[in-house]
């Protein structure tokens, strides 16, 4: 089992940053790559962001490309998103994810991943 728990979350005026991170624990070896999910209010849940963590490999929705950061640091097992420009629609629950193993295919759909954490809320006032 692996256990994910976000944290970073916050309110932010629109066009500022937040950093969001995500803690894993448990048996953190078998985890293949991790993203980034968020639902927003009356919506279904989304996916933002993607990293493969043996070699860095990263991937994002449209939406947050230009300006989201995925990135690593196997050491603490801990996978970080930085979010800048961030606009009134980035307003949902964040969620982080881990693929225990598997194949970078289709890496942007919920499926493919097998552990998820309990959300943090990003707001973004406009």
């Known amino acids: 089992q692996v256990q994910l728990a976000e944290s970073g979350g916050g309110l932010v005026q629109a066009g500022g940053s937040l950093r969001l991170s995500c803690a894993a624990s448990?048996?953190?070896?078998?985890?293949?790559?991790m993203g980034w999910f968020r639902q927003a209010p009356g919506k279904e849940r989304e996916f933002v962001a993607a990293?493969?963590?043996?070699?860095?490999?990263?991937v994002y929705a449209d939406s947050v490309q230009g300006r989201c950061t995925i990135s690593r640091d196997n050491t603490k097992n801990t996978v970080n998103l930085q979010m800048n420009s961030l606009k009134p629609e980035d307003t949902a629950v964040y969620y982080c994810?881990?693929?225990?193993?598997?194949?970078?295919?289709?890496?942007?759909?919920?499926?493919?991943?097998?552990?998820w954490g309990q959300g943090t809320q990003v707001t973004v006032s406009s």
């Open positions: 994810a881990a693929v225990e193993s598997g194949s970078w295919y289709n890496i942007q759909q919920e499926y493919k991943y097998h552990y």
């Open positions: 448990g048996r953190t070896a078998s985890m293949y790559a």
């Open positions: 990293i493969y963590l043996s070699g860095g490999r990263t």
